[in-house]
């Protein structure tokens, strides 16, 4: 046990709690809880970060180092920010890929190639993403607004999204992320 209390321990497990953690390793150990997405793979992660304030400022700064490696990070002041790190950002390239997906298809539809359709949804998506991230200044609806010409093709479409719900379709699914969370901490 004394090794062990000397030892930071990062969790990346959805729905496994610092406490319970704890309890298997017998009490023992420095433990930081962590949620990355897939995109660190690539090093373009996003990644949330929870240490109770018993682990000392320097465990936090490797765990946070440490995944820095493959992305951004981002600490939560309580354990449950975690859940929304997973809505926000763990769960997230899925979402993307959906709505890629159906783009894609609605391409192939008009008659593009299943190549091209990826082609422009892929550059698409990447050149909208490396906009906001060049632009940090700007907010994301100053950026959506620079895109949509009054009356053009671009308002109609962003007004079919809008009278279709997709505000609140994004925000059911994003907390439906949050409660699968929690009920997954209480299988522990």
């Not at 017998?26 to 992660?45: D, E, F, Q, S, Y």
């Not at 490797?62 to 354990?79: D, H, I, R």
Request: proline share 3%; charged share 20%.
């Amino acid at each position: 046990a004394g090794r062990l209390d000397r030892q930071l321990v990062v969790s990346i497990a959805a729905g496994l709690r610092l406490a319970d953690i704890g309890r298997w390793l017998g009490g023992h150990g420095k433990l930081v809880r962590c949620m990355p997405n897939t995109p660190a793979l690539i090093g373009l992660g996003m990644t949330g970060l929870f240490a109770d304030a018993s682990v000392p400022v320097a465990d936090c700064r490797f765990a946070e180092t440490m995944l820095q490696s493959v992305g951004k990070t981002v600490w939560v002041g309580e354990e449950s920010g975690i859940n929304s790190v997973i809505a926000a950002s763990g769960s997230a390239p899925a979402y993307f890929f959906l709505f890629m997906e159906a783009m894609a298809a609605e391409a192939q539809h008009m008659g593009f190639s299943a190549e091209q359709a990826r082609l422009l949804v892929q550059q698409t998506a990447l050149g909208a993403a490396q906009m906001v991230v060049d632009n940090p200044q700007l907010e994301l609806a100053t950026l959506r607004a620079q895109v949509t010409s009054k009356g053009g093709t671009t308002a109609e479409a962003i007004r079919t999204f809008e009278e279709q719900g997709l505000d609140q379709l994004v925000s059911n699914a994003m907390r439906a992320a949050v409660q699968r969370a929690e009920e997954m901490e209480t299988l522990f």
